[in-house]
């Protein structure tokens, strides 16, 4: 039996072209001005601890992502804890984008009252702002209280909806009417209704006057108990941009589940 031979010249020309391309890349990269600050984005999985709870900060830089379509930042000047304990998720424009943000609870809690203390104007977001209090296991299975005009400066400014929210009697809408930074909003989700409750204050025992909206729901799109998770963002209504060109902020002072 003959072996056939192996002409190996144009292996180890190819291996020499790519050896002189390196070494380009090296001198080239050695001789850039110390200007050049930019690097590739790196996308990492950030945790952080809030409320006694751990959080998955999230990150999409490269590509946008629903809601929205928006680009999610998990850089600390999106998502940060005070040093009081608070939580501060931001919309902040770096080089013309605008980048949101948003934090998944690490762990599910099922049926369950989810209270949100917030501690900001979020009756003064901009009209194409949006703030999230919800828990998400897929779209047709989600719980939301929401603060946002949907980019029409005539529209109430908070919402309370079960998905799809588009099927009569799934959502309520309402003002809040704020007299400080501090509100109280919960969803109780049980297995045969969910309620709802909006209130001035730091509070869940409230006067009448600061209670500003509740609602329970009966319907047949009541999200079973099935591996959901809690979620807080901050995001843009089809990734339009704040029609004031500032960036928005929205604080939480603290979470409570029981």
């Known amino acids: 039996m003959i072996k056939k031979k192996t ?25 850039q001005s110390q200007d050049q600050v930019e690097e590739p984005v790196v996308n990492t ?4 601890e809030f409320s006694g709870y751990e959080w998955v900060v ?22 940060w804890v005070d040093e009081d304990g608070r939580l501060h998720l931001k919309i902040v424009e770096i080089g013309g984008i605008w980048y949101c943000s948003g934090v998944t609870l690490r762990n599910s809690y099922g049926f369950d009252k989810y209270v949100f203390y ?25 719980i939301d209280i929401e ?16 998905q799809p929210s588009y099927l009569a009697g799934n959502k309520t809408r309402y003002n809040l009417d704020l007299e400080s930074e501090l509100s109280t909003h919960f969803f109780d989700w049980k297995s045969d209704r969910i309620e709802f409750g909006s209130y001035r204050g730091h509070t869940l025992t409230p006067e009448t006057k600061d209670v500003i909206s509740t609602w ?35 604080i939480i002072d603290h979470v409570d589940i029981f």
Not at 68 to 73: E, I
Not at 118 to 142: H, I, M, P
């Open 7 to 31: 002409n190996i010249y144009p292996a180890f020309m190819q291996f020499s072209k790519k050896c002189i391309q390196i070494s380009l890349l090296l001198v080239l990269g050695a001789c």
């Open 45 to 48: 999985t950030r945790v952080i």
């Open 58 to 79: 999230r990150t999409n830089e490269e590509s946008t992502a629903g809601p929205g379509p928006n680009y999610f930042s998990d850089s600390e000047e999106n998502v």
């Open 118 to 142: 917030v501690a900001s104007r979020v009756d003064q977001l901009d009209e194409n702002v949006v703030g999230g209090l919800f828990t998400y296991k897929n779209d047709e299975e989600e």
């Open 147 to 162: 603060f946002s005009k949907w980019s029409d400066s005539e529209n109430q400014d908070s919402q309370f909806a079960i």
């Open 216 to 250: 329970t729901y009966t319907g047949v799109s009541i999200p079973p108990d099935n591996d959901e998770r809690l979620k807080i963002n901050l995001w843009l209504f089809r990734g339009v941009k704040p029609t004031d060109n500032k960036e928005a902020e929205m």
